[in-house]
């Protein structure tokens, strides 16, 4: 997943994995996020996942990227800008997909559409958007700043407005996500 997520920023892997490691902040975050998740399932490397959370949770607090490290993420995330990214931890993000800053996507609770949101692959998530309840955000989809979604969004929309419009086959998301990993 790592070198998924290290395509994404369009670096390939080897001597340039530890280059982007010390300068990119983002990609830092990435790295101890999947880090944390894979030495969690794996009891017998408990003292490097103690080391590893620690790390994990101030650089949570230095960057104001609040992701779970138990989230469910496909390989190829890309954080554009860090900050004020919330994400609570029943989302489920697919593969290649962009996290812009200020972006929160979040559980509701009550009548309408409760739950937390499912985003498809290649989704790309504008500075600011908000996404809210059990919707199911298809592959595809690029999603506008300042956006709040509470409905499902189908494949290919992209979304745009305050008030929230739907444009069909007007700049999808294929422009916007770059450096897509493949299987």
Not at 84 to 113: D, E, F, M, P
Request: glycine share 14%; aromatic share 14%.
């Amino acid at each position: 997943m790592l070198s998924a997520d290290l395509g994404r920023y369009g670096v390939s892997t080897g001597r340039s994995f530890w280059l982007y490691l010390v300068q990119c902040p983002d990609f830092r975050f990435v790295f101890f996020l999947r880090t944390v998740a894979f030495l969690r399932r794996r009891p017998f490397l408990l003292p490097f996942f103690i080391m590893a959370r620690f790390v994990y949770c101030r650089m949570r607090v230095k960057y104001g990227l609040n992701i779970p490290y138990n989230t469910f993420i496909g390989p190829g995330l890309l954080i554009s800008h860090f900050g004020g990214i919330v994400v609570n931890a029943g989302v489920k993000i697919g593969n290649n997909c962009n996290l812009n800053h200020g972006v929160t996507l979040g559980i509701a609770y009550g009548v309408n559409n409760p739950g937390c949101p499912v985003v498809g692959n290649g989704v790309f998530l504008g500075a600011g958007c908000k996404l809210f309840g059990g919707i199911h955000i298809g592959d595809d989809v690029a999603i506008g700043a300042n956006c709040v979604v509470t409905k499902d969004v189908e494949t290919g929309a992209t979304i745009v407005g305050g008030k929230p419009r739907v444009f069909h086959g007007r700049g999808t998301a294929r422009e916007y996500v770059i450096n897509r990993w493949k299987k």
